[in-house]
């Protein structure tokens, strides 16, 4: 029996913006092809964020590679191409479909009478595209399968058929990193590893308990506000996969790895167990709620390089407005212990916030002098359709969060001096002299070994923020 070829295609982020970006290998591919290859599917897969190609080159791959079922990632500001893609191949691919956050809360953006686009795969997509190939090879009704939504001509209107998020994500096998390898993924956070990157990508947790008001779909590495996590057995079972593939970095897409301590303290203890650490070091995001002593120390002799850190800003009345639960005090000491145990430390933080001054934002300059992050990245406040702030709002957005919008601006300082802000706050950090002596001491050695990957990114950055 003929296989049904399945193909994806990311569009999810623009390669030609201005600013520096990274690119992370796309999981929801990887576990896709676990999922259809366990299902008897023939899968492929482009990313034209690392391999862009013109809508004409890529009509013409698309054809060659002849899928029966296209799946398309559109992004915040592709919809258009994909569009335009998805009508020039109707003719010849029956089964055409989007996914991904875009999709998800904007479906009828893609969904509308007479478009090449036959239904959006809502969140999590691993059984919905299971089911959808099922459906293909059949010849049954797509409209009926869950998780999907699609255009009802007879009402006029998109309908959903909701699918409930996986509890049991042990249940799914480990995504197909082996497509990963050698693909141009760009990930600059600062490690302390000193040999050739490979870098391999893990989510061991979905979803956020957290109700901070600038969060979207949009932005998070997963789906839904349910905090669903991996047992600590399975996530220790992928470290040694992807390390019997050849990888020694582990970067945690989770939007909070820390948020379960017993959890956290587990799976670095069976890291610890299986001698992993002396093959693996690892990034995290991490929340400074769920950041102690203890926790740090273990993640510290388990392996761990570097912790991301949401800061947001160094106000209170800011903290508190933005949801964060933390205080200032609590950003002090998490710093303060990341330091004490010589890890490395990356700092977000957001400007323009509703009710934000100039002062609380030079504010914010001090405290990111005081911590001494070892990198720096920087957001304009953004609103999206499904973050909180979002409701009762005029002006939802889609933009990403490093480009302004005046729409956005919540904030009491102009739109002039906010942008002005931004430019000042990357300069007083990246070009003050401790910032570069860190850099020295900490990051320079793993840079130099990796300079073809890193150094393009950083002249990025320089050219970006003196532009």
Avoid at 18 to 24: N, R
Avoid at 193 to 213: D, E, M, Q, V, W
Avoid at 293 to 319: Q, W
Wanted: proline share 5%; hydrophobic share 40%.
């Amino acid at each position: 029996m003929k296989k049904t070829r399945v193909l994806f295609v990311d569009y999810s982020q623009n390669p030609n913006q201005p600013y520096p970006q990274h690119f992370f290998a796309p999981l929801d591919i990887g576990y896709c092809f676990s999922v259809l290859e366990r299902a008897g599917c023939e899968v492929s897969y482009l990313d034209l964020r690392i391999e862009p190609l013109k809508l004409d080159a890529l009509i013409e791959n698309i054809k060659r590679m002849s899928p029966d079922i296209l799946l398309l990632k559109p992004g915040v500001s592709s919809a258009d191409f994909i569009l335009r893609l998805s009508y020039a191949l109707s003719e010849c691919i029956e089964h055409i479909y989007c996914y991904g956050p875009s999709a998800t809360l904007c479906p009828g953006i893609f969904l509308f009478p007479n478009s090449p686009v036959k239904a959006c795969l809502l969140n999590e997509i691993e059984h919905t595209v299971e089911e959808l190939a099922s459906a293909v090879r059949a010849g049954s009704a797509v409209r009926d399968i869950k998780g999907i939504a699609y255009f009802d001509e007879d009402d006029n209107a998109v309908r959903i058929n909701s699918r409930e998020l996986i509890q049991d994500l042990d249940s799914l096998p480990f995504p197909r990193h082996s497509i990963f390898i050698n693909k141009k993924y760009m990930f600059r956070y600062p490690l302390k590893i000193y040999k050739r990157i490979r870098l391999a990508y893990i989510l061991s947790s979905r979803g956020c308990p957290s109700r901070c008001i600038f969060c979207s779909v949009l932005r998070r590495s997963s789906y839904g506000e349910a905090y669903r996590a991996r047992t600590p057995e399975n996530v220790v079972g992928e470290l040694e996969f992807i390390s019997s593939l050849g990888f020694n970095t582990a970067y945690f897409l989770d939007d909070n790895f820390s948020y379960d301590k017993e959890r956290t303290v587990r799976i670095c203890r069976g890291i610890l167990q299986k001698g992993l650490q002396k093959k693996i070091s690892w990034i995290a995001q991490c929340s400074i709620a769920s950041l102690d002593e203890d926790s740090v120390r273990i993640m510290k002799e388990a392996g761990c390089s570097t912790v991301c850190l949401g800061i947001e800003s160094a106000n209170e009345k800011i903290l508190k407005a933005l949801g964060k639960g933390i205080r200032l005090s609590d950003i002090i000491r998490v710093s303060g212990i990341l330091k004490k145990h010589n890890l490395l430390m990356v700092a977000f933080f957001i400007i323009g916030s509703p009710s934000e001054t100039s002062s609380d934002i030079l504010d914010s300059i001090d405290l990111c002098r005081r911590i001494r992050p070892d990198m720096l990245q920087l957001h304009y406040f953004s609103v999206y359709p499904d973050s909180p702030i979002s409701n009762g709002t005029t002006m939802p957005q889609m933009n990403a969060p490093y480009c302004y919008s005046a729409s956005s601006n919540f904030s009491n300082v102009s739109e002039e001096e906010l942008q002005m802000l931004y430019k000042h706050f990357y300069k007083s950090h990246y070009f003050s002299a401790q910032s570069i002596g860190g850099y020295f001491r900490n990051q320079f050695l793993t840079s130099l070994i990796n300079w073809k990957e890193f150094i393009p990114f950083y002249l990025k950055g320089i050219r970006y923020i003196l532009s």
